[in-house]
C-alpha cells in the first residue's frame, strides 16, 4: 500500500514511524512532513491547507489510504473532497470536524445529549457577554468560537479580565473570525486526561489513556500551550472513569452527531476533567492529539494500518486493538519564547546520541534541515518519547533522552509523569 500522511508536526512523525512498520506498506509520502519523517517517508512540498494539489498528488500517484493529521485540512473538508474522487482517507468529513471547528456548536451538542460539560453561554454581543460574566463571577473561562491553533482559550482571574478578554475577540484583534463569537464557561477544577477514541461512526475503539501538560512551565503554572508532553498510562483514568468516560461522554456524541446528520468516522479526542470520581467534558477535537499521539503510538501493539483502513471503509466491527504492558512517556522541548514568539535556526545538538538510547525515539515537530545541520524551525521542536515498565521508568529514560539534546534557549518541563507518580505511590 501506498500510504500519504498530511501534517509536519510531531504527531505526524509519529504516524508515519507507526505506519513504517507495517508489512501492508511499501511507500510512505508526508505533506509537509518534517526531517524526522524524511528518514521513514517522502517529504512533499505541499502544505496542509493545499487541498486541490494535496488531492492531485494523491490521485496521480495511486495513493491507497490517506491519514490526516491536523484539524486544520479536516475543517477545510479534505476528507469529503478525497471521498468525492473515490480515494480512501482517515478523518471526519467537514462537517463531522465542525465538532473541534466549533466550540459554540461543541457546547451545543453536549447540552442536547446530556453529555457533562461546564456551564456557558455563547455571545457575539458585549453587553450581554459582560452581564454573564458578572452573574458568574471569576476565574471564568473565555473561548474564541472557531480555530485558534490551540491560543484561543482565556482563564480569566477576574470578570474585568474576561470582559477585555470578551472584547479583543469580538473585535476581531485576537483571533479574527475565529473570534467573532465567543463561548464563556463556568471554571472547572481537577486532574484533566486525554480520551481518545476511534470509530467509524457506529462501534468505538478506546485508545489507551493518556494525559497531555498544556501549561509552559512545571507545576502547570504559566500560559497554556499546544502540550508539553504527555504519558499513557494516565493512572487518573481508573476503570470506573473509563466507563463513565464512554457512556456519558463517547457514546452519546458519537451517536448524537449520527442524529445531526454529521456521521463521525476517525479519532474523536475529548479532553475531560475529572474530580471526585466524576468526568466533565472540557473540548472535543476531530483528530490525534499532540502530543499524547506520540506516547499512545509508542505503545500500540496491533498495526494500526489496518484500524484506519476499516474507519475509513466505515466498518470497524472486525478489527481491535491490542497494547503493550509498558508506559510511555513524551517530553517535548521547546524553542525559547514558545508559546509566545519564539527563536529559530538554533542548530539541534546530540540528536545521534539519543539515537543510541534503547526503547527511546525523538519525534521531530519544529525542525528544519539547513546546510547539512537540524536546526529549530518551530516553537515545539521535539518529542522525546520512551517506553519503560512503568511510569517511573519510562519517565528517567525520557529526561535521560532529553539530556542528550541541546541548543541555545531550549526550554522543557521536568515534571512530565509527575501526577502519575503522585498517584501510583
Ligand atoms: P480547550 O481547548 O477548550 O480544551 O481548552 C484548553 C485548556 O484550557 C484545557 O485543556 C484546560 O486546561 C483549560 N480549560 C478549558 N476549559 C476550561 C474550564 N471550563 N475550566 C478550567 N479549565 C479549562
Ligand atoms: N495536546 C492537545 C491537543 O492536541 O489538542
Not at 14 to 22: C, E, G, N, R
Not at 49 to 64: R, S, T
Not at 224 to 229: A, E, F, I, V
Amino acid at each position: 500500500m501506498k500510504i500519504l500522511v498530511i501534517g509536519g508536526g510531531g504527531r505526524e512523525h509519529a504516524l508515519v514511524w507507526k505506519i513504517a512498520q507495517s508489512p501492508l506498506v511499501t511507500k510512505i509520502y508526508c505533506a509537509p512532513g518534517n526531517p524526522g519523517t524524511a528518514a521513514l517517508a517522502e517529504n512533499l512540498p505541499i502544505a496542509v491547507d493545499q487541498l486541490d494539489k494535496l488531492l492531485a498528488f494523491a490521485y496521480e500517484n495511486g495513493i491507497d489510504l490517506t491519514v490526516v493529521g491536523p484539524e486544520q485540512p479536516l475543517s477545510l473538508g479534505i476528507v469529503d473532497l478525497f471521498e468525492s474522487h473515490g480515494l480512501k482517507v482517515f478523518g471526519p468529513s467537514q462537517k463531522a470536524a465542525f465538532i473541534e471547528g466549533s466550540k459554540a456548536f461543541s457546547k451545543d451538542l453536549m447540552q442536547k445529549y446530556n453529555v457533562p460539560t461546564a456551564a456557558y453561554g455563547v455571545f457575539t454581543d458585549l453587553v450581554e457577554a459582560e452581564a454573564f460574566i458578572n452573574r458568574t463571577g471569576a476565574p471564568i473561562v473565555v473561548k474564541a468560537d472557531g480555530l485558534a491553533a490551540g491560543k484561543g482559550v482565556i482563564i480569566a482571574q477576574t470578570c474585568e479580565e474576561a470582559v477585555t478578554a470578551v472584547r479583543d475577540m469580538l473585535s476581531g484583534n485576537a483571533f479574527g473570525s475565529a473570534g467573532s463569537r465567543v463561548v464563556i464557561e463556568e471554571f472547572l477544577t481537577g486532574e484533566e486526561a486525554s480520551f481518545l477514541v476511534i470509530t467509524d461512526g457506529k462501534n468505538i475503539i478506546p485508545l489507551a489513556s493518556a494525559q497531555d501538560h498544556k501549561a509552559i512551565f512545571d507545576g502547570d503554572l504559566g500560559p497554556n500551550t499546544g502540550g508539553m508532553g504527555a504519558y499513557s498510562p494516565a493512572p487518573v483514568v481508573t476503570p470506573d472513569i473509563h466507563e463513565k468516560a464512554m457512556q456519558q461522554v463517547i457514546r452519546p456524541t458519537v451517536e448524537g452527531m449520527a442524529m445531526e446528520g454529521r456521521p463521525y468516522r476517525g479519532v474523536l479526542y475529548a479532553g475531560l476533567m475529572v474530580k471526585g470520581g466524576e468526568v466533565k467534558t472540557l473540548e472535543f477535537n476531530a483528530r490525534f492529539g499532540d502530543p499524547e499521539c506520540q506516547p499512545l503510538l509508542m505503545r500500540m501493539k496491533s498495526d494500526i494500518v489496518p484500524v484506519l483502513c476499516a474507519v475509513a471503509d466505515g466498518d470497524l466491527s472486525a478489527v481491535g486493538i491490542e497494547w503493550h504492558d509498558k508506559a510511555a512517556v513524551c517530553v517535548v522541548m521547546a524553542a525559547e519564547g514558545y508559546p509566545g514568539d519564539y527563536r529559530k535556526g538554533d542548530v539541534i545538538a546530540g540528536l545521534d546520541r539519543a539515537a543510541g538510547l534503547d526503547d527511546l525515539y525523538v519525534f521531530h515537530a519544529g525542525t528544519a534541515e539547513k546546510e547539512g545541520a537540524c536546526v529549530t524551525n518551530g516553537g515545539r521542536v521535539l518529542g522525546v518519547t520512551a517506553l519503560g515498565t512503568t511510569v517511573k521508568d519510562a519517565i528517567a529514560s525520557a529526561y535521560q533522552g532529553v539530556s542528550q539534546i541541546t541548543w541555545p534557549g531550549v526550554q522543557y518541563r521536568s515534571d512530565i509523569g509527575k501526577k502519575a507518580l503522585e498517584r501510583t505511590q
